[in-house]
């Protein structure tokens, strides 16, 4: 934001599409320390979501970080991290009578706006971290909205889901983890509004969500590792950009080495 252009911050955020909520917001921290292990786990996690707690730990402590299963359960439960694997006890951390059957398995995906797949990751920074909520088309692997927030708060995907709902009309269907941002009053209403069906993966089994975790190994390791942020401000532009490039240019071996914009718009 320039102090020296002769209008008014609300007029700037308008024209670079910001929000005032946004251009405020502060990066999350914890203490030096724990962000670089928060970093260091990110990147086991994209190398293998399958690592829980324990497994993390003994990753860690062979790269001489002194860590033990308490501080890496809390941090893990912070960044949002779940290792893919089936859990006896579904509707740990949720609202059990908002948890909705998984719809996906089996179904042909055959047209955009079909299936909608929503999910929260965290994006670290080089001081502190983000949350990036996005929402990809499972047809075409378009990112259809996306939005970057300091807190896990529910609002924050409601905000995301109506922007791709005003953008380009609702899905059919729309596909979360059973994180309590999903399995809520708030959410449950939001997709009931628009007539969306929802579908929820079986806790612990990010393969449900195949599409949306395929995406952010993809960002993280082609753009956010290799571009640490110094600012809120940097990273958003720079994830922009990148979402841009992957959206209109990058080609995809899962749908016959197109484009995604190609797919989305071509059956829209």
């Not at 690592?51 to 860690?60: K, P, S």
């Not at 996306?146 to 922007?163: C, F, K, R, Y």
């Not at 600012?231 to 532009?237: A, H, K, S, Y």
Request: aromatic share 10%; glycine share 8%.
């Amino acid at each position: 934001m320039s102090q020296d252009i002769k209008l008014s911050l609300n007029k700037q955020l308008e024209v670079l599409s910001l929000s005032k909520g946004t251009y405020y917001y502060e990066p999350k921290g914890e203490s030096e320390y724990n962000e670089t292990v928060m970093k260091e786990i990110d990147r086991i996690h994209t190398d293998n979501p399958a690592r829980g707690v324990l497994g993390t730990v003994l990753d860690l402590i062979a790269l001489n970080f002194i860590v033990g299963p308490k501080r890496i359960r809390r941090l893990m439960r912070k960044m949002r991290i779940i290792a893919v694997q089936p859990r006896r006890n579904l509707t740990h951390g949720a609202n059990a009578k908002y948890i909705k059957p998984y719809l996906l398995r089996g179904l042909k995906v055959d047209h955009p706006g079909q299936v909608w797949s929503i999910d929260i990751t965290y994006i670290p920074m080089e001081k502190g971290f983000m949350y990036l909520t996005a929402i990809i088309d499972v047809y075409s692997r378009a990112i259809v909205a996306w939005g970057l927030h300091n807190t896990l708060d529910g609002a924050n995907s409601i905000e995301v889901l109506d922007e791709a709902v005003r953008l380009y009309g609702a899905p059919e269907i729309i596909n979360s983890d059973q994180g309590c941002q999903y399995t809520s009053k708030d959410w449950t209403e939001a997709c009931e509004k628009y007539g969306i069906t929802m579908s929820m993966d079986g806790r612990g089994r990010a393969k449900d969500n195949i599409w949306i975790e395929r995406f952010w190994r993809t960002l993280k390791m082609e753009y956010v590792y290799l571009n640490p942020a110094a600012n809120v401000i940097d990273l958003r532009e720079g994830i922009s950009g990148f979402i841009e490039y992957y959206n209109h240019r990058r080609h995809h071996q899962g749908i016959d080495g197109k484009v995604p914009w190609e797919l989305f718009l071509a059956a829209a």
